[in-house]
């Protein structure tokens, strides 16, 4: 049989203690509402926790691999757009060289053809020289060969070789269509120079179809990897919702059955009047 006593009131301790539990559950549901989050701190679960700051740091590894081959796509690009304006300069002037290999050619059209083929080299030279992006340049001599991150732990690259594309590697550097004799061995210089050409651009699109191809990669890679640290740490707000709404109910009762707890002392005073 429970004992009445004014020092010491069970009723309100029990009531205080489960009062002290809904305070504490309602407490950490709001901070799930609050942050979104069913684990945003090592002290909500250490392990989870753990495991999810561990992915979070290899999608941020991710991110410096994306940039890292943005970058060398991006070079790989200006190098293809360049040597896409060398080979129909190279077409332009093959033409001038057939025009001036032409036996009953005067001399004043075939130093106005040369003048045009000369410039036509001038402007190939310029189209090397232009062709830099971000200080790399794979088209000029020595030039940049790219090598871009592929993982996360910078143990792998994608290595896209430069392709030189300067008039001396093409051996066009002296060529001249003066004379019909120079402008027939000029035919046959430049139709090696396109051909060469077309071989190194070949290259480079190849690898700029990597690059692109393993970014797509990495992309979904780390969409992935953010949606595994998501399904980790992240709180179900429907159900928070519908948690909270019970806990603020509980919370009032609890109120309520601590205020009749507190008055059962009051009540024994009844008792001596």
């Known amino acids: 049989m429970p004992m009445n006593?004014?020092?010491?009131?069970?009723?309100?301790?029990?009531?205080?203690?489960?009062?002290?539990?809904?305070?504490?559950?309602?407490?950490r549901t709001q901070s799930r509402i609050n942050t979104g989050k069913r684990v945003a701190n090592a002290k909500d679960n250490g392990a989870i926790w753990a495991i999810a700051q561990n992915?979070?740091?290899?999608?941020?590894?991710?991110?410096s691999v994306r940039e890292s081959l943005q970058r060398g796509q991006s070079t790989?690009?200006?190098?293809?757009s360049a040597g896409e304006s060398i080979s129909d300069l190279l077409l332009q002037m093959k033409e001038k060289a057939l025009a001036a290999a032409d036996a009953g050619l005067d001399s004043t059209s075939r130093t106005a053809l040369n003048d045009e083929f000369k410039s036509l080299l001038g402007q190939i030279t310029k189209a090397v020289s232009n062709a830099e992006f971000n200080g790399g340049n794979m088209l000029k001599q020595a030039g940049t060969t790219i090598k871009s991150l592929a993982n996360a732990d910078a143990t792998s690259v994608i290595t896209v070789a430069a392709q030189t594309l300067t008039l001396t590697a093409l051996a066009i550097a002296t060529s001249s269509i003066s004379t019909k004799t120079l402008a027939s061995t000029a035919i046959g210089l430049v139709n090696t120079a396109i051909t060469t050409v077309s071989s190194k651009l070949s290259k480079l699109g190849t690898g700029a179809k990597a690059l692109g191809g393993h970014l797509n990669f990495i992309n979904k890679l780390q969409d992935t990897v953010d949606a595994g640290v998501g399904n980790l740490v992240d709180a179900d707000l429907a159900k928070e919702s519908a948690k909270l709404q019970a806990l603020q109910t509980k919370q009032q009762l609890g109120v309520q059955a601590l205020?009749?707890?507190n008055q059962s002392s009051t009540i024994l005073l009844g008792l001596f009047r």
């Open 259 to 261: 205020s009749i707890a």
């Open 5 to 27: 006593s004014v020092n010491t009131n069970v009723g309100a301790m029990v009531a205080l203690q489960n009062l002290n539990t809904t305070n504490s559950e309602l407490e």
């Open 76 to 80: 790989v690009e200006v190098a293809i």
């Open 55 to 63: 992915q979070r740091a290899t999608s941020n590894a991710l991110n």
